[in-house]
């Protein structure tokens, strides 16, 4: 496994491979790796001959600086787990610089209205900066297939909008949520909770299990009452929002119609950590 620390050292490992006619997979992650991180790479390993990873803790993304600071860093435990894994060919490194040269300003991206959903509206500007980190990131690693989770759907979605605007040669592949066994997604802000935390989390797929089963039973008005009570109910957590969205368009439905497709997601503070969630309704 090869790691590059700069854009020239891995753009020219890249060329080098392009031009032997290998097939590139990519996935960028922001650190704090798990096995869902790993997942993502061993879906990639079937379907590409090379498989690259990065890791860069993404200032423009972050909307509170405190999260920013409290975000987990955890690089040597990070490339060993890489290594581990057995898939990883090269890892990138980057400095700021390589990704901000001009300083650290995101670009101003329009997503044809899905950056005003959701997290969008609760995280102004947070989307401006994935995009920024993505698409250069993009251009620099140069994949011919990228891999992203769908415990993050919007910014699945938004990352399909941003290639198809910018026309950049790239499939992008939603890969399914990890779990744990108790149905607690995987995630970076689980390492956070208190042990009584995160058992008390599974609530949060419990809720969207028991959702699904309201699906197209219960109207939209009486399924987000019971969700509200649910967390109403539940001590040591604070519902920030939970919605049922048109999965093309992520806007809020209040209706169910039969030819659109949805999904449920779902926003919850456990204590001070924030957790999100989402499920496809079927």
């Known amino acids: ?36 991180h790993i997942a993502l790479y061993e879906s990639a390993s079937a379907e590409n001959d090379l498989i690259i990873s990065s890791i860069f803790v993404n200032p423009t993304q972050f909307n509170n600086p405190e999260d920013l600071t409290k975000y987990p860093r955890t690089i040597e435990a990070d490339l060993e787990k890489l290594q581990d894994s057995g898939v990883i060919h ?4 980057p400095e700021a610089v390589d990704i ?7 670009k101003h991206y329009s997503f044809d209205g899905l950056e005003d959903q ?20 993009l251009r620099q690693v140069q994949p011919d297939n990228a891999y992203f989770g769908e415990k993050d759907y919007q910014q699945l979605a938004i990352v399909k909008n941003l290639v198809k605007q910018k026309n950049l040669p790239v499939t992008v592949k939603g890969i399914p949520t990890q779990r744990l066994e108790n149905g607690l ?11 009584e935390q995160r ?16 699906f197209r039973v219960v109207s939209v008005p009486e399924i987000n009452n019971r969700v509200t009570e649910i967390f109403n109910s539940t001590p040591g957590m604070v519902m920030e929002y939970f919605i049922i969205a048109d999965e093309e368009t992520l806007k809020e439905t209040d209706f169910f119609y039969k030819d659109r497709s949805y999904r449920a997601f779902l926003v919850v503070f456990v204590g001070n950590v ?6 496809h309704l079927d």
């Open 199 to 214: 058992e008390a989390a599974t609530v949060l797929y419990e809720t969207l299990l028991k959702v699904n089963d309201w």
């Open 90 to 93: 090269a890892v990138y490194l």
């Open 118 to 137: 959701m997290e969008g509206a609760s995280r102004p500007g947070h989307f401006d900066g994935v995009g920024t980190v993505v698409e250069e990131l």
């Open 1 to 36: 496994m090869e790691i590059f620390r700069n854009k020239a050292a891995l753009v020219a490992f890249v060329e080098r491979n392009r031009e032997m006619g290998k097939v590139i997979g990519f996935a960028p992650t922001m650190g704090a790796l798990h096995e869902g």
């Open 185 to 195: 997604a995987r995630s970076s802000r689980n390492s956070r909770l208190t042990p």
């Open 274 to 279: 924030r957790l999100i969630d989402n499920l």
């Open 100 to 106: 901000y040269p001009e300083g650290i300003k995101s």
